[in-house]
């Protein structure tokens, strides 16, 4: 008795494809990967950190330009 994968063969095949068309097709697996899904919701609580912290220095930049040309 042979056991087989559960997980269906994933080869890459390269294929001509026009510029600028992507396709992303999902694939439904019985238990999600929580290792993947975890980076990415780690990777955009990054983003939105590094976001909220540059307008709050651009706002500060901003801020001290005005006190600036007030006091000539």
Not at 4 to 33: A, C, H, L, S
């Amino acid at each position: 008795m042979f056991m087989r994968n559960k997980r269906p063969n994933r080869r890459r095949t390269t294929t001509p494809r026009q510029e600028g068309k992507i396709v992303v097709r999902g694939v439904q697996r019985d238990r999600p990967d929580l290792r993947k899904l975890s980076r990415a919701v780690i990777a955009m609580a990054q983003a939105e950190a590094e976001r909220d912290a540059q307008a709050q220095h651009e706002r500060k930049g901003v801020k001290r330009r005005r006190e600036d040309t007030d006091d000539e």
